[in-house]
């Protein structure tokens, strides 16, 4: 069980999530900053994005951003990863109705097929990656 002093982690737990972060930080070069702007774009040219929906003052969005860039990693050239900062693109945010965070999307061909929203561990995240990979090698073999 972890301990907390008013309200804060525990010294442990803040050191190991310092750890995974910057042992993630090497991974973070497989994520797209998505914005507003580029939203289209990104979700256009890629079959299928990721995009973690996140803002600075999330202690669970800090939490998942080291599963997301290893997992980054891991799918590289399967699927495309991408970061949207809610603070700076409400636009997008508000369209796709995101109102706790952090929320995973996954979108295919354009199009949301699935929602994951707050933290969950990679095993969940991966899950619902591989689904839609699979979907896709399924119609390809059709």
């Known amino acids: 069980m972890e301990h907390q002093f008013n309200g ?3 010294l442990k737990r803040q050191n190991e999530r310092k750890r995974t972060r910057a042992a993630a ?3 973070a070069t497989h994520i797209i900053t998505i914005t507003d702007a580029t939203f289209e774009e990104i979700t ?3 079959e299928l994005v990721l995009i973690d929906f996140w803002n600075d003052r999330c202690e669970y969005c800090k939490d998942l951003a080291p599963i ?3 997992l980054a990693a891991d799918y590289a050239g399967r699927v495309a990863f991408g970061k949207l900062d809610v603070d700076q693109n409400q636009d997008t945010r508000v369209r796709f109705n995101v109102q706790a965070f952090p929320t995973l999307l996954i979108v295919k ?3 949301e097929v699935d ?3 707050g933290y969950v561990p990679r095993e969940r995240v991966e899950a619902a990656l591989k689904k839609q990979l699979n979907t896709a090698n399924e119609s390809a073999k059709s």
Do not use: F, L, M
């Open 8 to 10: 804060k982690p525990s």
């Open 25 to 27: 930080a090497t991974d």
């Open 68 to 70: 997301i860039e290893r």
């Open 115 to 117: 929602r994951i929203v």
């Open 44 to 46: 256009g040219q890629n």
């Open 109 to 111: 061909n354009g199009k």
